[in-house]
């Protein structure tokens, strides 16, 4: 039996780690591949309370793989701002904020803020809770639009592919 040289060992080695690095690689691409698609996250912050916010709504721009989750709480006492982070997948898309009022009577009122209203690539937005008197904020939604056209009338609208709520109750 001969003795391997050197060179023989080196090369053999050097295969063994390519053969390591790529089963690694292989074993990297599965998981990576089965994991779960990133969702963006809001912070919202009021009154010394600070929530992380995830998707109400998450789907496709093609309204494909929709996954759901449920409006998160954030106390706001009347006349304090809320105050919303977003990231930057949210702030460098056009995206529109429906705020939800209501009066004592009931009455609601809506309001909308967009990307338009704000410097391009805005990441801290604050909301007033009471911009009347008589209207108290209940809540926050944060949407992703896209454009769809209704098969039946061929009219286009802008509908939500992905949206983050909010409610604001007072202490």
């Known amino acids: 039996m001969s003795k391997l040289n050197v060179r ?9 780690l390519v053969a390591v690095a790529a089963v690694t690689a ?14 963006p996250q809001i912070t919202a912050y009021a009154y010394g309370e600070s929530v992380t916010v995830e998707p109400f709504m998450y789907c496709t721009v093609r309204m494909e793989d ?39 009577s009931g009455e609601q009122v809506d309001r909308v803020l967009s990307f338009a209203d704000f410097p391009d690539g805005a990441r801290a937005i604050t909301v007033e809770s009471q911009p009347e008197p008589d209207l108290r904020l209940v809540g926050i ?31």
């Open 66 to 104: 929709c996954r759901y989750g449920e409006t998160t709480p954030l106390t706001v006492p009347s006349g304090l701002p809320v105050q919303l982070s977003l990231p930057e997948r949210i702030s460098e898309s056009p995206w529109l904020i429906q705020l939800i009022y209501q009066r004592p």
């Open 141 to 171: 939604e944060v949407q992703l639009p896209i454009l769809a056209r209704d098969t039946a009338t061929g009219r286009e609208t802008y509908i939500p592919h992905a949206a983050w709520s909010i409610v604001t109750p007072e202490p």
């Open 8 to 16: 023989t060992t080196l090369a053999l080695v050097a295969a063994g």
């Open 26 to 39: 292989v074993w990297v691409g599965i998981a990576v591949s089965k994991a779960p698609a990133y969702q």
